[in-house]
């Protein structure tokens, strides 16, 4: 019904700055406009956590110690979330993924996800 597609990963200096895209396909019909969309991260070796997530009205929640680096927005002609990561550091090294349309009465549970695009930043 959705299918996530990100893209804009790399390797970067500590400093560098990096923009993440997530493209959903939606099947015709789906009601993807009130969905939530969300970037997620996975650092080697440690949990997933939550990166920012932008409702289908634009409201933007970001994760613990998430907001002033990073910037989350989405484009909604194009089924598009995007990530500008600015001021990169090391411990930034994940991999990221994008997620759509959160379950009801949850917080960080997405019915859809992507395959990642990994982002690392050495010293």
């Known amino acids: 019904q959705v299918q996530l597609v990100e893209s804009g990963g790399g390797s970067v200096q500590a400093g560098g700055s990096l923009r993440l895209s997530c493209v959903a396909s939606v099947t015709s019909g789906y009601p993807f406009d009130p969905c939530t969309m969300a970037w997620f991260r996975q650092p080697p070796g440690k949990e997933l956590e939550v990166v920012a997530s932008v409702s289908g009205d634009g409201d933007k929640v970001y994760g613990d110690s998430m907001e002033g680096r990073f910037a989350v927005s989405r484009d909604n002609t194009r089924n598009t979330l995007y990530l500008e990561m600015n001021s990169l550091r090391p411990e930034d090294t994940a991999m990221y993924y994008c997620?759509?349309?959160?379950?009801?009465?949850?917080?960080?549970?997405?019915?859809?996800w992507g395959q990642g695009t990994q982002v690392t930043v050495s010293s």
């Open positions: 997620a759509a349309c959160r379950v009801l009465g949850t917080r960080d549970t997405y019915y859809f």
